[in-house]
């Protein structure tokens, strides 16, 4: 069983940044594919940032540039550096992750973690 854990989010004024990190915890062989997903009240999760095991990223067209993806493959973790945020970043932000377990490739979802940003 594999196990992510999100930290980082909390209360922010507008203009402010935060630092997300997710951890995966448990027994498998290695964390490929990592991203950052988010889901405000009323709306679909939605995509913010992949990033590969070799370091590729890729971002929601609307945060570039505001938003940065990153990884720690020896420590397990993602992290996602916000800065200049806006009320309409408040959101659960997820992490997903696939996982090399046994042969095979599975999906973990974290429980998420709130953002609530303030105007």
């Known amino acids: 069983q594999v196990q992510l854990m999100e930290s980082g989010g909390g209360l922010v004024q507008a203009g402010g940044s935060l630092r997300l990190s997710c951890v995966a915890s448990?027994?498998?062989?290695?964390?490929?594919?990592m991203g950052w997903y988010r889901q405000a009240p009323g709306k679909q999760r939605e995509l913010v940032a992949t990033?590969?095991?070799?370091?590729?990223?890729n971002y929601a067209d609307s945060l570039k540039g505001r938003f940065t993806i990153s990884r720690d493959n020896a420590k397990n973790t993602v992290y996602l550096q916000t800065s200049s945020l806006k009320s309409e970043d408040t959101a659960v932000y997820y992490c997903?992750?696939?996982?090399?377990?046994?042969?095979?490739?599975?999906?973990?979802w974290g429980p998420g973690t709130q953002v609530t940003v303030s105007s």
């Open positions: 997903k992750e696939y996982v090399r377990r046994e042969g095979s490739s599975y999906i973990s």
């Open positions: 448990g027994i498998f062989f290695r964390i490929d594919d």
């Open positions: 990033i590969t095991r070799s370091g590729s990223t």
